[in-house]
């Protein structure tokens, strides 16, 4: 049997976080997750998942972002990767790769648009404030992660 024969398809994510600077704060954007869904139901992300066939990672964050968030991104920069794992599924962990997000518009023009099928709010969140947030596990801690990153890296990637 060939490689191509022995191949296993299995599913990839991707999650970006976007964060905005004003003059007295730092925030990100996040998102409350519909309770109907089937992992994390009312939990607040960042937004983000899965790769489609024929896409690369940036391709995907960037549809992702679009279609979840209603935000336009320019460019990304990867911070890490991540696993999700679901015991209850047949592929036990998800792998992904995590991106802090360069946006420079709003599809409406506006503001952030959910998907509505997948979210039920938005907000702009102070990062001095995640603690009162009712995050999916880890994601406070990535996002301080994120945010470290790219204040680190400011001179060389640009301003937000």
């Not at 907000?123 to 945010?147: A, C, H, P, T, V």
Request: hydrophobic letters at 35%; proline letters at 2%; one cysteine or more.
């Amino acid at each position: 049997m060939s490689r191509e024969q022995q191949q296993h398809k299995i599913e990839v994510h991707v999650a970006g976080i976007c964060f905005r600077e004003t003059e007295n704060d730092i925030e990100v954007l996040i998102v409350k997750r519909q309770d109907s869904r089937r992992l994390y139901p009312g939990k607040w992300e960042c937004g983000g998942g899965q790769v489609y066939i024929g896409e690369n990672f940036e391709e995907a964050i960037g549809r992702q972002i679009k279609e979840e968030l209603g935000i336009v991104i320019d460019r990304v920069l990867v911070f890490g990767t991540y696993e999700i794992e679901t015991l209850e599924l047949e592929q036990k962990k998800i792998p992904g790769m995590k991106f802090v997000c360069f946006w420079h518009s709003y599809v409406n023009g506006k503001n952030p648009v959910i998907d509505e099928r997948e979210h039920s709010e938005w907000k702009w969140q102070s990062i001095n404030n995640l603690s009162e947030i009712d995050f999916i596990s880890s994601i406070e801690r990535e996002i301080m992660i994120g945010w470290e990153f790219y204040s680190n890296n400011k001179n060389i990637f640009g301003k937000i």
